[in-house]
């Protein structure tokens, strides 16, 4: 919630002219009284009509006067004023607009801290837990039939006399649904869309309720109750932003997410289990995401050990993985989180986004996978295999990166398909395997300097800072190779099958420790 001028003059039904477009937040006041003053931005001043016709022309300044403005006073133009429609001193108006700067305030962090439990992922109880530290009354969240479904009471004042039978059945009584019934007082939640205050002779005590609307319809309804301290203005304006988490929480469990949600994560379901024909899957695909664009990346998301995921629950998660990427095309399928995302650009997400999201993904123990780019949605599950590759070869390797790309690894992959590993060694290059046995017998490090030297582009210079030596030991080391071994560096063919079998090497050491070779320490 923002303090302006128009929100002043709005919760205070003050009188408001306004000969600026400006509408900056007041974040500070300043009564003014005759002495020298710098004049700041985002400062209401305060004065007299006297202290008005005082004020600097030029840049736009925000004044509230105390003495009532009439049409015959004239209002410099680089003003806007504010002035109340009874009469108050600078004193007392100062005090109201810092009531207003203190309730602002309170609101905002408040508010932070109830939708910082909402991304925490604990569920309905947690926030209701996160409102009751702020409302200190007693919170109800009810269904369609005015059945209790969660709540949390004050704890330095238990609900008593009717809030306690009420706690006690489990429903608000028929007595009082007929009040919330009533068609005048439904109308005002409805269209307004605003917590309604309701004390009356036939409630059980003030309190604020609020509709949980989805696509429009009434999920249930949110209850303060004013059972241990009076209920403000402060706590109206809260109790919207708790309603809107709550109804938020709402709609992303499964039960009441919105239809097209739950077609979509059923057909992500059929399509991953192989269970529809091409056609039914652009049909259907079409008709509930008509607006993918053209190239598409599919994300897998697991934990990283059993252990770290026992007891969280996936769909929080999913939800608040939603939130990050800003899209509804992320559902729980078996024991992982699937993600479908559309781009323009060879980039599936802007740098930001993918940067908190690798940071949410981290935080949470967790691994995610991404597959190539694609375009035709009936590779989704070619893309989908590939993010579960990675997931699955990326976990092995025990390495901190948690967002891992198919192309990194797709060479790692293709030898994982085959089934006899066995022979792997007999597609690498022999003139390495020569080299290894030459290390072993004579302490060198021809091979570890060979693949780094690849690696790096056969850029003398990287390799040196990698090896932790100087560039001439470097080139040194390449000449030696290139006479002990006749190796011809601008043989593409053979730079590949070097690549080729460093890729073995590397895959053998990782995944397959009893198919490694003793000498194969020399790579380390």
């Known amino acids: 919630m923002r303090l302006t001028m128009t929100v002043l003059a709005r919760e205070l039904n003050w009188g408001l002219i306004q000969n600026t477009n400006t509408q900056e937040d007041i974040l500070s006041v300043r009564s003014l009284d005759g002495s020298g003053i710098t004049y700041h931005a985002n400062t209401l001043y305060i004065g007299t009509l006297a202290d008005m016709k005082a004020l600097p022309s030029g840049r736009p300044l925000m004044f509230l006067c105390s003495d009532k403005c009439s049409d015959a006073v004239t209002i410099p133009y680089n003003l806007n004023v504010l002035y109340p429609n009874s009469f108050y001193t600078v004193p007392e108006c100062e005090s109201i607009v810092m009531d207003m700067l203190e309730r602002v305030g309170r609101v905002s962090s408040c508010s932070h801290l109830m939708y910082e439990s909402l991304i925490s992922g604990k569920g309905l109880e947690k926030i209701i837990l996160t409102a009751q530290s702020i409302f200190d009354n007693l919170i109800l969240v009810l269904d369609r039939k005015f059945k209790i479904l969660s709540f949390s009471d004050s704890r330095q004042q238990p609900a008593t006399g009717t809030w306690k039978e009420i706690l006690e059945s489990g429903q608000l009584p028929e007595q009082y649904i007929r009040k919330i019934e009533n068609p005048d007082f439904a109308d005002i939640i409805c269209h307004k869309y605003e917590p309604v205050t309701r004390a009356d002779n036939q409630s059980p005590g003030g309190y604020i309720m609020c509709y949980i609307k989805n696509n429009g319809n009434v999920d249930g309804y949110t209850v303060l109750a004013e059972s241990n301290r009076p209920l403000t203005d402060t706590d109206i304006v809260l109790f919207k932003t708790f309603n809107n988490i709550v109804s938020y929480d709402y709609r992303r469990t499964h039960t009441l997410r919105d239809p097209k949600t739950r077609i979509y994560e059923q057909l992500i379901t059929e399509i991953l289990g192989g269970n529809l024909k091409d056609q039914q899957i652009q049909d259907r695909l079409a008709q509930i995401r008509p607006d993918l664009k053209k190239l598409k990346f599919v994300f897998v998301f697991g934990f990283f050990s059993d252990n770290t995921g026992k007891n969280k629950p996936l769909e929080p998660i999913c ?194 420790l009893d198919l490694r070779p003793t000498r194969f320490f020399l790579l380390d």
Request: hydrophobic share 35%.
């Open 319 to 512: 939800d608040r993985i939603g939130m990050i990427v800003q899209t509804e095309n992320c559902s729980v399928y078996k024991d992982k989180i699937v993600m479908l995302v559309s781009s323009d650009t060879r980039t599936a997400l802007p740098p930001a986004i993918f940067n908190e999201l690798r940071t949410f993904v981290k935080n949470n123990g967790m691994i995610c996978g991404i597959s190539n780019h694609f375009t035709d949605i009936l590779d989704l599950p070619k893309a989908f295999r590939q993010s579960q590759a990675v997931l699955h070869l990326g976990k092995r390797l025990q390495r901190s990166e948690s967002m891992l790309q198919y192309w990194t690894f797709s060479c790692l992959d293709m030898l994982e398909s085959l089934q006899d590993k066995n022979n792997l060694l007999e597609y690498c290059n022999p003139t390495l395997q020569a080299m290894l046995d030459y290390d072993a017998e004579n302490k060198t490090s021809y091979t570890k300097t060979l693949r780094l030297y690849i690696d790096s582009g056969k850029n003398s210079n990287k390799t040196a800072k990698e090896l932790g030596v100087h560039r001439n030991t470097v080139d040194y080391r390449i000449n030696r190779i290139r006479e002990l071994f006749d190796v011809d560096f601008e043989n593409p063919q053979l730079m590949f099958s070097f690549e080729l079998s460093y890729r073995i090497f590397y895959f053998i050491d990782k995944y397959y």
